[in-house]
């Protein structure tokens, strides 16, 4: 089974930066999409950004398009999340996801999921 291992949350006043990062067990390019999600308290869980396996095709959910930047390092075999601009409502756990199936960010697609970092903007 893939493990998923995120890294990089915390503390950040609004306006800052934070890069996520997330180390995979495993060569994730087999898998069709891999992304990053996040849910805050009382909400449901949201896609924030997806980059295909197949081609390195990204996407970004309209809350986060322009501040948020999803790469990867093959090599590594790790998944970032660079968060510029950071406002409150940003606050949640952010957790990174392989889809063996889709490329899409619809968590019901993700079934190898890590245990999630905290990130928390507030002056």
């Known amino acids: 089974q893939l493990q998923l291992v995120e890294s990089g949350g915390g503390l950040v006043q609004p306006g800052g930066s934070l890069r996520l990062s997330c180390a995979a067990s495993a060569f994730t390019l087999n898998f069709h999409g891999i992304g990053w999600f996040r849910q805050a308290p009382g909400k449901e869980c949201e896609g924030v950004a997806c980059?295909?396996?197949?081609?390195?095709?990204?996407y970004s959910a309209d809350s986060v398009k322009g501040r948020f930047t999803i790469s990867r390092d093959n090599a590594k075999r790790t998944l970032y999340l660079q968060m510029n601009s950071l406002k409150p409502e940003d606050t949640a756990v952010y957790y990174c996801?392989?889809?063996?199936?889709?490329?899409?960010?619809?968590?019901?697609?993700?079934?190898?999921w890590g245990q999630g970092t905290q990130v928390t903007v507030s002056s």
């Open positions: 980059i295909s396996g197949n081609d390195g095709d990204t």
């Open positions: 996801a392989a889809s063996r199936n889709a490329y899409t960010t619809d968590p019901k697609e993700y079934l190898d």
